[in-house]
């Protein structure tokens, strides 16, 4: 297990109900069981509190932790992009998530390319809510 990815989960403060969410979306993983819900209130086309709650595996609470970190205070489209790239490092464009989302190359490297489907599950769930 890689320490700098239990690091990641144990620094976060977005793992938390929001009650008076304006969007949500929740997913389930058919491969590994993994499910995350994500919360968000958007006011202006922003960002402005991101939270998540999940039954998953540490790679999936990374994710949605650093995710949480990065979508604050970042437009819907910004997001939007970066759900798209997040699907694109795996298609072996990793200078996309190096250039433009440098936060997440924590997370993004080659030896967690068996946990893909663990690590997109929160960039798929967000991707839902920003995509409308």
């Known amino acids: ?13 977005s793992n938390k109900c929001l009650k008076n969410h304006t969007h949500h979306s929740k997913l389930k993983n058919p ?7 994500i919360n968000l209130i958007i ?19 990374a994710a949605a932790s650093l995710l949480s970190k990065v979508s604050i205070d970042k437009e819907v489209m910004k997001i939007n992009e970066l759900c798209d790239d997040s699907e694109a490092y795996f298609d ?3 200078k996309l ?12 490297k080659s ?13 798929k769930t967000l991707k839902k809510i920003v995509s409308v």
């Open 111 to 123: 030896k967690n390319l068996a946990r893909k489907e663990c690590i997109l599950l929160p960039f």
């Open 92 to 94: 072996d464009n990793d």
């Open 43 to 61: 006011k202006e086309d922003k960002v402005i509190v991101f939270g998540y709650e999940g039954k998953s595996c540490v790679y999936c609470m």
């Open 1 to 13: 297990m890689d320490l700098e990815i239990l690091k990641i989960v144990s620094e976060n403060n």
């Open 31 to 37: 491969l590994c069981g993994d499910e995350i819900k």
């Open 97 to 108: 998530i190096k250039k433009k989302w440098n936060t997440l190359q924590k997370l993004f």
